[in-house]
């Protein structure tokens, strides 16, 4: 990181993640310390998802070295403690900036987005996905390159693009992008905001959601008024399950699941 400072690199970003095998809460407070000590310009914190039946690497890990939910939990409390000690702005699902870093900024001025490669303060933009598995983002669809070399490199020999999959967004797609976006960047909705932009009746165009957002309402996650959505302080440490309310596709996985339990 000195080097990186001496060289001239304006943003150092450094990833954290908690939950891993043998990991505990004492060391993982000796690695907050230290990162905070060598003050990176942003931090992503990630907790640790353990899916061996996707990933064949992770079937080598015993389960029993993994800490419990407690201590996953006590790890990224932790975290969100030191990191605002230190000085540090939440800006959203886990990620913090020093004040006066670009991210921070927007975040001030209302100017945050996220996309495909998370937050930043750019304007909405589109992306091309270059690579293996790259995914990219053109208008209101989404694309997803060819997961192996043989197959990408098969496309661009015969001339075609290697895209695998993609989704061209409905309506609806875009209604609730721009809900859940307001949601994760700003941590709040204005209900006008959105009839304006996308000429529908926010109330009852979402009244299912609404409802569903009355128990985090009562867990204490968020405020719903007349006006709009506000996420609360401690909302804030659950900012993807107050946004995840208004996934369509993921509450229809929900209920798949829940079908396929009973059948």
């Known amino acids: 990181m000195a080097a990186a400072r001496v060289m001239g690199f304006k943003s150092i970003n450094m990833d954290l993640i908690g939950g891993l095998p043998q990991q505990a809460s004492q060391s993982f407070d000796r690695t907050l310390a230290q990162l905070v000590q060598l003050r990176p310009d942003c931090v992503a914190l990630y907790a640790y998802d353990h899916l061996p039946q996707l990933f064949k690497p992770q079937r080598r890990i015993d389960v029993a070295a993994l800490p419990d939910a407690n201590a996953r939990i006590c790890m990224q409390m932790h975290a969100f403690s030191a990191f605002q000690a230190a000085g540090y702005v939440h800006i959203g699902m886990g990620q913090f900036a020093l004040p006066n870093h670009a991210l921070a900024i927007a975040k001030r001025q209302g100017r945050l987005h996220r996309d495909l490669q998370g937050y930043n ?40 693009l290697p895209v695998a999959r993609g989704l061209a967004l409905s309506r609806d797609d875009l209604v609730r992008r721009s809900v859940i976006m307001a949601l994760v960047c700003q941590g709040q909705l204005d209900f006008e ?18 409802e569903m957002l009355g128990g985090l309402q009562a867990q204490g996650l968020a405020e719903v008024n007349d006006t709009g959505i506000q996420v609360t302080v401690m909302g804030c440490y659950f900012l993807r399950e107050v946004a995840m309310v208004f996934d369509r596709y993921l509450q229809a996985d929900r209920t798949r699941a829940k079908l396929s339990l009973i059948i």
């Open 121 to 160: 303060s750019r304007p909405d933009a589109d992306l091309i996905g270059l690579g293996v598995c790259a995914i990219g983002k053109l208008c209101a669809s989404y694309s997803q390159n060819a997961k192996t070399l043989d197959a990408y490199y098969d496309n661009l020999q015969q001339g075609r």
């Open 193 to 210: 905001s959105i009839e304006l932009g996308d000429l529908i009746d926010f109330k009852r165009y979402f009244s299912a959601e609404l």
